[in-house]
């Protein structure tokens, strides 16, 4: 979605994006040069292996469950909750089920 399609108004997170099996789906909903805003969905069992990043992150889940590690260290993030990403830090998640993510990637 281009910048330019987004509508204001309220809306409902995990309706903006749909799953498909056996894969991710992503749609970049903002971005800027010192950070973005990307909602994904994840069929059950896909991941985003380890990496690093220059941005500071927040994770939101909007439908579902994930496992996310930081720093090697596992946490379970379910619907309605969030998580922060240190920027530098090692990072990786899995799906636990089906699950809808927002990200929110701000440069410090």
Known sequence: ???SELKT??????D?????NGTIVSKQLIKKQNGNVTI????KDE???EHTSPFEAMVFIADGEMEIKIGGVPHTVKKDEMIMLPA?????????????????????
């Open 1 to 3: 979605m281009e910048n």
């Open 9 to 14: 108004g309220a809306t409902v997170l995990k």
């Open 16 to 20: 903006q994006i749909e799953y498909q």
């Open 40 to 43: 994904f969905a994840f069929s």
């Open 47 to 49: 991941n985003l292996s």
């Open 88 to 108: 530098g830090v090692p990072h990786g998640l899995v799906a636990l089920t089906d699950a809808k993510m927002m990200l929110i990637m701000i440069k410090g």
